[in-house]
């Protein structure tokens, strides 16, 4: 049997042990609770990021039917352009220097939807690019905060919102700069319609210039070509009113030179915006 002395130590001892105990389950009860709102956190942060993703998504989409539009009305106006195109070759004659420089111009005209074609591809070769970032982003993203949220390691998943943060607004620059130029292929449509419905106005008044020969059965076809000859060639030009014969034609290749040193520099600033732009996505697929 054990003495009163003996056992009172080990009551003691009993005591220290259950307040140790006591001091461990605290300890242990406030790192639960600072791990739950750490947890909330991450939650929290999973969800802005994840409606930043849905904005994303719905700017796409918008970029998609911008898109969409923009190669409907091309079509359209290639369309009127072999149509217009097929009508001018069968009504105004070849002998006359004016149908030299309207076909220039239609040559013109018919390069530039080309050219814009050629954007929109582009356009949609980035779209695409963008689209298989966000993907991926997001791929990366869900596997590693699974990984976090097992291990429970507060700090990666903070290193990995900034990480991401940074790679959305990235992602944002590069859809405001897509905007402007879906917005400068828009205005240069307007500028190819305005410049089409000038040229379809000069062809109908000089339809209008040009005499309807009345054909006649007893007439040879020497009187009919001696009869077309005497018209002279000055009819022919549309009249401008308060403008000598000889400017309507250097008004058209003034406007034609304008448009097309436009056209030259919008090119040139968009070439440096893509190589900027792909410059962007090297330094970010980088870090």
Not at 136 to 151: A, G, P, R, S
Not at 155 to 178: M, P, T, W, Y
Not at 256 to 271: C, E, M, P, V
Request: charged content about 30%; overall charge negative; aromatic content about 4%.
């Amino acid at each position: 049997m054990q003495t009163p002395e003996a056992e009172d130590k080990e009551m003691e001892r009993q005591m220290r042990d259950l307040e140790t105990y006591k001091e461990e389950i605290e300890f242990w009860a406030q790192e639960c609770v600072k791990m739950e709102t750490q947890r909330m956190q991450s939650q929290r942060m999973h969800q802005e990021l994840q409606a930043e993703v849905r904005v994303i998504v719905e700017q796409i989409n918008y970029i998609n039917a911008e898109l969409i539009k923009e190669t409907n009305i091309v079509d359209l106006l290639k369309q009127e352009y072999s149509q217009q195109r097929s009508k001018l070759l069968d009504l105004v004659p070849a002998s006359t220097s004016d149908v030299d420089h309207l076909a220039e111009v239609i040559l013109h005209l018919a390069n530039r939807p080309k050219l814009l074609h050629q954007e929109l591809d582009q356009i949609r070769r980035h779209k695409n690019d963008l689209q298989q970032q966000v993907k991926l982003i997001l791929t990366k993203f869900l596997n590693l905060l699974q990984i976090l949220l097992q291990d429970k390691n507060i700090n990666a998943l903070e290193r990995l919102s900034l990480g991401q943060a940074s790679r959305v607004e990235s992602l944002e620059k590069d859809i405001v700069e897509l905007e402007g130029i879906l917005y400068d292929t828009e205005v240069e449509t307007r500028q190819l319609r305005e410049s089409y419905k000038l040229l379809m106005h000069q062809i109908h008044h000089h339809r209008e210039q040009v005499p309807k020969p009345h054909r006649d059965h007893r007439t040879s076809p020497i009187d009919e070509a001696s009869h077309e000859c005497v018209h002279p060639i000055a009819e022919l030009v549309p009249e401008v009113e308060s403008i000598p014969h000889s400017k309507p034609h250097r008004n058209i290749k003034d406007k034609f030179n304008q448009t097309a040193a436009d056209l030259i520099q919008s090119f040139q600033k968009r070439r440096c915006g893509n190589t900027s732009m792909s410059s962007k996505r090297q330094k970010t697929a980088r870090v």
